[in-house]
């Protein structure tokens, strides 16, 4: 008979851990990018074929525009609103918005900022044409309408 | 003098892992890993208060009225038409294969290829016009103007294969520019009537 074992096997090593970790770590780093704000709106975005990606994302201002989430409802209602930076606002607050937003870049890169739209699917588009009016005010004229991408309507 | 000869303990490692794994749980909560994607546009500068609004003039065959009312219903012209027809109708705009006097018409323009020489393309003068009204829902909206991206982006395929025997989207960007030139994407979004009307 073989002698049974009476070495046992060496545990693991896992002195290599946390360089495995720390490889992780350093992927999601460079792969995501920080959430800047809280949403406060419901926008269920609308299905598009033929979008594009959005290039840059530090030249890229948000304006979400849908009915607030529920937790939010009590003090807003529920009716459709603009969310500009982390709060609800009025299309009179874009001006200012956008000349802050700008205020942020680089003098050279102003000319590229490109504001998103992210407005709910059921809303109007009377809310988003007084939103469109006062960008054009504002002089911010790169758009970008947010839409999912899907490969086709049923 | 007495030297402590006692080596210097060796910190141990043991907790790094946790460490990184901390590291790793903020990053993955603290981020987001989505692209944003949408249909990109440019708005037409808004026009000088002091000055005088002045219609453009343009022939009534090189317009496409495209109007979503309240209802989402699709009418192009004078007629109500479906989302799915969309496509081929301003694709037949903007190509006018046959030179029907009824739609827009072609100017032979010169374009500037990229290795210096000049290239001549009957680019069509047409504008798709789009209305909507403030009762439309935003999806029909991006819905409609999804179809006609959707319209451009299948003519400019159409130009870069016969030209460089390639899809648009393959081209390298000096080459993706001349076909953008070739068929440049005109959507005109009306002025809407009640806003700044009150």
């Known amino acids: ?154 | 003098m007495p030297i402590n000869k006692r080596k210097v303990q060796e910190i141990n490692a043991g907790s790094m892992a946790d460490i990184a794994f901390l590291l790793l749980i903020f990053f993955l909560v603290a981020t987001t890993m989505n692209v944003d994607t949408g249909l990109s546009r440019i708005l037409p500068a808004m026009p000088d208060e002091n000055q005088k609004q002045k219609d453009m003039d343009i022939k009534e065959r090189n317009l496409m009225p495209v109007f979503v009312n309240t209802f989402d219903q699709i009418m192009v012209g004078r007629e109500p038409i479906d989302i799915t027809q969309l496509t081929e109708k301003v694709k037949e705009f903007i190509l006018n294969p046959t030179d029907d006097p009824n739609l827009p018409e072609k100017e032979d323009t010169q374009i500037d290829m990229p290795d210096g020489s000049k290239w001549v393309y009957p680019v069509s003068k047409g504008i798709v016009s789009l209305k909507n009204d403030r009762g439309t829902s935003y999806k029909a909206y991006i819905m409609v103007q999804n179809e006609l991206t959707r319209a451009f982006n299948e003519v400019r395929d159409q130009v870069a294969r016969a030209k460089f025997g390639v899809e648009f989207a393959d081209l390298p960007e000096d080459q993706r520019a001349v076909v953008q030139k070739a068929v440049p994407l005109k959507i005109s979004e009306a002025e809407p009537r009640n806003v700044g009307g009150k």
């Open chain 1, 1 to 154: 008979m073989k002698k049974k074992g009476d070495k046992s096997l060496p545990p693991i090593s896992t002195a290599s851990l946390p360089d495995v970790i720390f490889m992780i770590l350093f992927f999601f780093m460079v792969s995501t990018t920080m959430r800047d704000q809280e949403v406060k709106v419901k926008a269920k975005l609308p299905d598009a074929t033929e979008v594009q990606k959005l290039e840059k994302k530090s030249l890229v201002s948000y304006i979400y525009i849908g009915p607030p989430v529920e937790s939010q409802q009590k003090q807003w209602g529920t009716a459709p609103r603009i969310q500009l930076n982390d709060s609800f606002r009025s299309t009179q607050d874009i001006l200012e918005f956008v000349a802050s937003e700008r205020d942020k870049l680089n003098e050279s890169d102003r000319a590229a900022m490109t504001i998103c739209l992210k407005a709910d699917e059921n809303t109007r588009m009377g809310i988003v044409t007084d939103v469109k009016q006062e960008l054009r005010r504002a002089n911010a004229l790169k758009i970008s309408y947010a839409a999912s991408k899907s490969l086709g309507y049923k």
